[in-house]
Each structure stands twice: as C-alpha cells, then as structure tokens.
C-alpha cells in the first residue's frame, strides 16, 4: 500500500476550495462505463473554456477534485471543470489498449470525449479552449487524449506522466503493481518513433496539434524522470519544434527548484523538471492556467 499512498499524496496534502461536484449520467457514447463528474461556477463565462482533470492512480474524481485549487480559479474565471473517473484497474486509466490509442476507438477516451462534447453543448462552451490535464495515470492518460484526440484539445498538462503509446500493448494492468513496469522505469525510443505513436493514432490527421506542458520530479522512483524527457522528445517531434531555451532558478514560474525547457515559442511546448521533487508533481494553477491561456 505504500506506493498507493504516495500517488495519493498529493491529494491528502495539497487542499483548494471545494464546492459543487455533480455527477452526470447519460452523457453519449461510453464503451468502458466511465464516469462522468462535473463542476460549473456560480457564475459561468459566455462561452466558457473547459478544463478535464484526470486522477491518478487509485483515485476518484473528488479526491482529484479537492487536490488542487482548480476549482476556485473556475469560479474566479468561469470556466467549467470536468472530473472522469475510472474504477477499473485499480482506478488506473486505460493508457495501453488500442481503444483508447486509436482516435474513435472503444476505450476510455472516448467516453471522456463524449464528456466533452455533452459539456459543450449544454453549457454553449468554446470549442478552441477545451484542455486536460492530470496526474501520475491520469498525466499518462493526458498524454492519451492529445494524442488520439488532437481535434478536441487545445493544450495538455502532464504532471509525472509517460509518453503517448508508452504503454502500448502491454498485456499487464497499468498500474504501479502491474508486472510490466517498463515504462514507468524510463522506455526510450528515438523521436521519430515515439512520433510514430501519435501519428499512427489518428492518420490522416492533418489540423493543429495540441500545446503540451510536461511537469516531473527529479526525485521520482515511481515514474522515472526519463519519462519527462521521453515526453518532451515526443511532442517535439510531433509540433515540429526545437529546445529553444532554458531557465534554472529564482526566474522559473514553476518555482526555483525547477528548470523550464522551452521549445518553440513560449506556448507551444514546456518542460519542468524539479530537483528534490517526487510523485506527483505538483500542479501550479497560474502557471497552467497560463500555458492553456485561459488567464493572462
């Protein structure tokens, strides 16, 4: 139970403002029975952004819910907060089957997409200011949607997450107590190949690609730090973007114990890696409100 614990810690520890979390039934095509939770401000923006948070391992979508200060920033700002949650493999995302690698595929991101959708239409929300983030599983799964749904995303947020297709094929549950832990440990390819992923997930696909922001510990044994560079070589690749710049220190928005790895423009593709940070990495809400371009 250990390891679970340390997923969960970030939820235990890091607090934000609660308020209503509704759950939502009936919401369009859901081939894996995931669920739907939703939060919606008091008072919502004309054509709101829309935000899925996605929990990590062995948790729920109120533990995700109260784990970050997202919630107070959508009453400040209006955008609505979608919260899935999954309760199969030991609340883990479906990160390795081609149901959820394939764009229109029969996994759980096409539920979440159908979350989206229903999201969207009830509350007349702006179809260019849609984004995901999460956690541990739920970064890998982040991961997931911009790759198999890059017509419905704008931007992802990873927090000690695993490349697109890391985990592709993999007969063993993705979960810390799985038995093939090869990619939690640090798989490699080349960029081109980890591009391959992306590509093969959707051919054809010729429209704009998703922003990424890539956030890891240095200190993580859980999720390799490799994990984050293998991200970032990915997403590279598939943006079509260099490593432009790099900032150590008290100048870092993520704080000082990180270094941001820019590539492209300061919008397309970010990388923080802290020193002396373990799992999860935790979210700082104005530097991804940010980057999603949903504050200023």
């Known amino acids: 139970m250990r390891v679970l614990e340390s997923i969960l810690g970030l939820s235990a520890c890091a607090g934000g403002a609660l308020g209503a979390l509704q759950q939502v039934t009936g919401f369009g095509t859901n081939p894996t029975g ?11 923006a004309t054509n709101p952004a829309i935000i899925v948070a ?18 107070s920033y959508s009453e400040s700002n209006g955008f609505i907060l979608i ?3 999954t309760t199969k493999y030991s609340n883990c995302w479906d990160v390795n089957n081609a149901g959820s690698l394939t764009h229109g595929g029969n996994g759980d991101a096409l539920g979440i997409v159908s979350m989206v959708n229903y999201t969207l239409n009830k509350y007349n929300g702006d179809k260019s200011k849609v984004f995901v983030m999460g956690g541990s599983s739920g970064a890998m799964m982040t991961n997931v949607m911009v790759g198999s749904y890059p017509d419905v995303f704008a931007a992802g947020a990873a927090y000690s997450g695993v490349a697109f297709g890391c985990f592709a094929g993999s ?6 107590f799985g038995a093939n832990q090869t990619c ?11 591009a391959k992923f992306v590509l093969n997930a959707y051919p054809g696909y010729t429209g704009k690609r998703p922003r990424f922001l890539v956030a890891h510990g240095l200190s993580d044994t859980l999720v390799r730090p490799q994990c984050a560079y293998e991200q970032l070589k990915q997403w ?3 943006l079509g973007v260099t490593n432009t710049a790099n900032q150590t220190g008290s100048g870092v928005d993520e704080g000082s114990q990180y270094t941001k790895m820019v590539y ?3 919008n397309q593709l970010v990388g923080y890696l802290g020193q002396g940070v373990g799992h999860i990495a935790p979210p700082v809400e104005p ?3 940010k980057f999603f371009g949903i504050t200023s």
Do not use: E, N
């Open 34 to 44: 995931v669920q739907m939770y939703i939060s919606v401000p008091a008072k919502v």
């Open 171 to 176: 007969k063993s549950d993705p979960t810390p």
């Open 264 to 266: 492209g423009d300061t």
């Open 236 to 238: 590279s690749k598939v």
């Open 54 to 71: 996605l929990h990590p391992c062995g948790g729920t979508a109120s533990q995700w819910y109260s784990g970050t200060k997202l919630p």
């Open 184 to 194: 939690a440990q640090g798989l490699t390819h080349t960029a081109d190949d980890w």
């Open 287 to 289: 530097v991804l409100l």
């Open 83 to 85: 919260y899935p949650q």
